[in-house]
């Protein structure tokens, strides 16, 4: 049985009701439990109670699945929307999504976080510039060249 009986509206509509589904800042969204009572409320579909136990699992998979493929697909546009504004590209003649509007509440979901590098300062600049990077080496080693004089070879007595 597929879901297409179902509407993307009769989807859409439920799981922004319940932003445990959907939003990562929401607090019950890292508890499996409450969102899969979350979307046993979505997956209940017109004559759910005459379907097995087997059905409803199926139905709840497919309501699911059509759920990810709206919110990737809309993910997906917001991303080339992004990346046209950054390039200055002119914008493709692609239909625009129907429920682009309907599917809006994720958009503060999709934007970019902001980052922190973990490679030190040192090694950036080594790379955007050789010479700084020789110059930082010389001042390192410098500090920790160890002479031949203070060399003394480690000397094994027989035992």
Known sequence: ??????????????????????????????????????????FVTPHWDDLSATEQDNRGKEVYTRWRSLRDRYKKELNEERSADRSGAPSTRRRPNPHAEALSFLRRTTEMRSTVSSVPARAWRASSSPENYHADLSQETNSETVSSQDYQPVTQEPA
């Open 1 to 42: 049985m597929v879901a297409r009986d179902i509407s993307h509206e009769a989807i859409i509509a439920p799981v922004h009701a319940r932003p445990e589904l959907w939003d990562s800042e929401c607090p019950g969204y890292a508890d499996r439990v409450l969102k899969r009572s979350k979307w046993e409320e979505v």
